[in-house]
């Protein structure tokens, strides 16, 4: 391998070319080739990637020998039949998420993986975002105390999809976080869901999760809303914190605030409401963060934080909640 990793971007519709740019701006890596089926999408990034060898056809990029790395941004039903061509290949893949679309494929494109020893990482970016590793630093910490219970917001108006629901478009990045901060896979899953705008397809979906430890977990998914929120919220024992990606600054706030024995009567409690703090966190482009670690554990050799593993873990439960939609939607028709 040569001191910079070699990779292409498959896949130029809505998120390939942002993945694109931040690798062709990591001086770790280099962007040989761009591969898109259109015409026009080749010819416009083309321009813009004018060091980047174009294409149509993905096997000219498992067949350059040269290349050390593939980024597949395809539309996501196509993301375990690519993975395992690459990695079948000889080639590190990076796959946008969700992995799959079914555990069993899920667990196809990390048996290729092993097979061919190439580092396999799923795009998880949220587990990259610079104020949710701080919000995990705190509740692995122990500073909040016993994690109760945690709830997230993915809401906004658009964009609607087809393809999948917004359980697969948006749960994928929050599951993947609320498994993160647990620390632990849940034991329990349900989901139910509405579709307003296209049969079959859940514009709206809530999402609930237990885990061991007691820890619940509750997710809002819509791309029909009148807000655009991107929030969690962890109660603790201790402390409360909520993440907002939305805000333009303190993205990351801290309250002191619960409930505390009153020390005059036994078994009685009263409420806590202390300071409000809002730690400094930085502001580097999660997108630029996670394109890096990917290309560090290709040259090292070291599993991605967001590996096989945590592919594995947010399928199956992104699989289970279908489940419980499918089965909520067809009790509801009765």
Not at 55 to 84: Q, R
Not at 265 to 279: F, H, L, T, W
Not at 297 to 322: I, K, N
């Amino acid at each position: 391998m040569s001191d910079a990793v070699r990779v292409g971007v498959v896949g130029l519709g809505y998120w390939g070319p942002n993945l694109a740019r931040n690798f062709d701006r990591l001086p770790e890596a280099e962007l040989a080739w761009i591969c898109d089926g259109s015409d026009d999408q080749r010819e416009r990034f083309a321009r813009e990637f004018p060091d980047a060898r174009a294409t149509a056809d993905l096997d000219d990029l498992l067949g350059d020998e040269d290349l050390d790395a593939v980024i597949v941004a395809t539309p996501v039903p196509t993301h375990a039949d690519l993975a395992v061509r690459v990695l079948e290949a000889g080639k590190a893949c990076f796959v946008e998420k969700p992995l799959a679309l079914s555990l069993e494929d899920a667990e196809r494109v990390v048996a290729a993986a092993e097979k061919a020893d190439r580092t396999l990482m799923v795009g998880h970016l949220l587990e990259y975002h610079p104020g949710l590793v701080r919000l995990g630093e705190l509740a692995s910490s122990g500073e909040l105390g016993d994690i109760h219970y945690i709830y997230g917001n993915r809401l906004n108006l658009g964009k609607l999809r087809t393809n999948e629901n917004a359980l697969w478009s948006l749960g994928a990045h929050d599951i993947s976080v609320v498994m993160s901060l647990a620390g632990e896979d849940p034991e329990d899953m349900r989901a139910v869901g509405e579709s307003y705008m296209n049969p079959g397809v859940e514009d709206v979906v809530f999402a609930y999760l237990r885990f061991p430890s007691g820890l619940a977990a509750h997710l809002h998914l819509s791309w029909l809303d009148p807000h655009k929120e991107r929030r969690f919220t962890v109660v603790g024992s201790k402390r409360m914190a909520t993440f907002d990606d939305m805000a333009a600054e303190n993205k990351l706030t801290i309250y002191d605030k619960g409930f505390d024995q009153d020390f005059r009567s036994y078994g009685e409690y009263i409420a806590r409401s202390g300071d409000v703090m809002s730690p400094a966190v930085s502001n580097e482009e999660p997108l630029r963060i996670e394109c890096r670690h990917f290309v560090e554990c290709v040259r090292d050799g070291t599993e991605p934080r967001s590996g096989a593993a945590s592919g594995l873990r947010v399928v199956r439960a992104l699989e289970t909640l279908q489940r419980s939609l499918d089965e909520s939607a067809r009790a509801r028709a009765v």
